[in-house]
Nanobody, 116 residues
Framework: QVQLVESGGGLVQPGGSLRLSCAASGSIFSRNTMGWYRKAPGKQRELVAAFTSGGSTNYADSVKGRFTISRDNAKNVVYLQMNSLKTEDTAVYYC??????????WGRGTQVTVSS
């Protein structure tokens, strides 16, 4: 079992910044299976940023240069720093990790709203 708890969402103006956190616990297969996804109203859930099996990072084209994924291994926390936010970044953001049982686990999500 894996437990993921996201935090840090909120309302921000265009051009602003937010930092999301994902606190992980339980039997995670590898920290390199963790990532951030988002789901906007009327759209499918999409990858935002994730660690790869090789330990590098992967970003959606729409957030490259604006978002940064990072982690604190000692605290088992993954972060998503979001800068230069746009109205199209409005979505529920989810943290994902793969457990040692081979299943993907998701957090409940945190709402990010970018609006003036």
């Amino acid at each position: 079992q894996v437990q993921l708890v996201e935090s840090g969402g909120g309302l921000v103006q265009p051009g602003g910044s937010l930092r999301l956190s994902c606190a992980a616990s339980g039997s995670i297969f590898s920290r390199n299976t963790m990532g951030w996804y988002r789901k906007a109203p009327g759209k499918q859930r999409e990858l935002v940023a994730a660690f790869t099996s090789g330990g590098s990072t992967n970003y959606a084209d729409s957030v490259k240069g604006r978002f940064t994924i990072s982690r604190d291994n000692a605290k088992n926390v993954v972060y998503l720093q979001m800068n230069s936010l746009k109205t199209e970044d409005t979505a529920v953001y989810y943290c994902k990790a793969r457990g040692r049982d081979g299943y993907d686990y998701w957090g409940r999500g945190t709402q990010v709203t970018v609006s003036s």
